[in-house]
């Protein structure tokens, strides 16, 4: 399975993860709605997301659910943006974001008790 997903992809995910199990007729629905998208375009995202191992279909009605959580999906793009970025390291990823002083005080208290309950 490949956790690489495109924005077209992560677009038919965040349906799923929202709404949960739903037919591809009701995703198509729901992405018209929100994107625009044509029935056509839907559906060959979706293939997509099952190819991928992202989406599982069970018949009758093409019915689709998420195979992945979206926390996997966060924690695969994260370590490629730390290893594409960053050449893999952790402290120069956390040193760049927290260079930028745009944290606010409770979020900086959030991520210190985070790290606090870690250690």
């Known amino acids: 399975m490949s956790l690489k997903l495109f924005d077209s992809e992560l677009k038919v995910m965040e349906v799923l993860w ?6 591809a007729g009701q995703i198509a629905g729901i ?5 625009g ?4 375009t839907t559906y060959t995202v979706i293939k997509k997301c099952i190819e ?7 018949e009758p009605k093409f019915v ?4 992945v959580s979206k926390e996997e999906i966060q924690a695969y793009e ?8 960053f ?13 930028e002083n745009t944290l606010t005080d409770d979020e900086l208290a959030q991520l ?6 870690m250690e």
């Open 18 to 23: 929202r709404e949960g199990t739903l037919t």
């Open 31 to 35: 992405l018209k709605e929100e994107t």
């Open 37 to 40: 998208w044509n029935r056509n």
């Open 52 to 58: 991928k191992g992202a989406v599982e279909r069970t």
């Open 64 to 67: 689709c659910k998420a195979a």
């Open 78 to 85: 994260t370590e490629e943006l730390i290893e594409r970025m």
């Open 87 to 99: 050449d893999g390291s952790r402290q120069k990823f956390f040193a760049a974001f927290l260079s």
């Open 112 to 117: 210190k008790e985070l790290i606090d309950n």
